[in-house]
């Protein structure tokens, strides 16, 4: 397999550097000269002044741009010869739908999306060897597509192209809305007279303990506090203490999911008031 990548960011180079060695990276086209260079340079592999050359020079396109120049890429490139030619973007929340009329240019197209952060353009490589991808679209480029990262020992899982924004929304949930809970959980700290780094510091056991157990036992099992209790004594004392009102809304409107995991967990348990209580 050979790669060419369009984009030359943090999705891009983390890519190129990981898949140097197991494929043949081809090289970077981007907007800017510059971004392509200095990608080119970090994967040891060639910069290109325009797509056609690029095209040219592999057998599989990588898209790696933002998601809402996705699209735009697509009207450039489905214009020169990309018969037998493998397309994907990266995108966790488009699906391969967006390479419209691709039938009649003989390539073949999906989406992959690694479950993973891309914090840093250059150092994120490193512990790339421990994402899940999932990966939706025409056959051939989906095999294909497997077959390279299952053969790194990736777990690589398939969704349905109209579940694409819903799989989105979950990762969404489980990174940068708990960075979202966590902000405020420090806010708090800090109206108590903590530092940031002190609040972050102290913490820091109970988040990680948390993360642990769901990841050991699930989110059933590893329910605990106020709620799985039923403590609607001490859950009175959070609101009254919660000055802002969209903390206060954000505190109940989780309390009420919080319930319905409890009930789950304590089936024989009555939390008729507590769910009065988050109405």
Partial sequence: MVI????????????????????????????????????ATFTQ??????????INSCDTIFITTPDGVIGEVWECIRHYNIKGKIVCHFSGSLSSGIFSGIEATGASCCSVHPMYTFSSKYKSYLQFNTACL?????ETAVQ?????????????????????????????????????????????????????????????????????SV????????????AERGDISTIEKHLGVLKDKDIYKIYKDLGRVLV???????????YKKLKELFR
């Fill in 144 to 212: 294909q597509i497997k077959l390279l990262f299952q053969g790194l020992g990736h777990k690589v899982f398939t969704v349905n192209p109209c579940d694409k924004a819903k799989y989105h929304a979950a990762a969404a949930f489980a990174s940068n809305y708990v960075t979202g809970i966590l902000h405020i959980a420090v806010k708090l700290l800090k109206e108590c007279g903590f530092s940031e780094e002190d609040a972050t510091e102290f913490l820091a056991p109970v988040i990680l303990k948390n993360i642990n």
């Fill in 4 to 39: 060419g990548f369009i984009g030359a960011g943090r999705t891009g180079c983390t890519l190129g550097k990981y898949l140097k060695g197991y494929a043949t990276v081809a090289g970077y086209y981007s907007r800017t000269w510059q971004s392509a260079d200095d990608a």
């Fill in 260 to 270: 319905s995991i409890a009930e789950e967990k304590n089936p024989g348990r009555d």
């Fill in 45 to 54: 592999s060639g910069a290109f002044y325009d797509l056609e050359t690029l």
């Fill in 134 to 138: 999932s990966v939706e679209g025409q």
């Fill in 215 to 226: 990841l050991a036992d699930g989110t059933v099992n590893a329910l605990t506090g106020p």
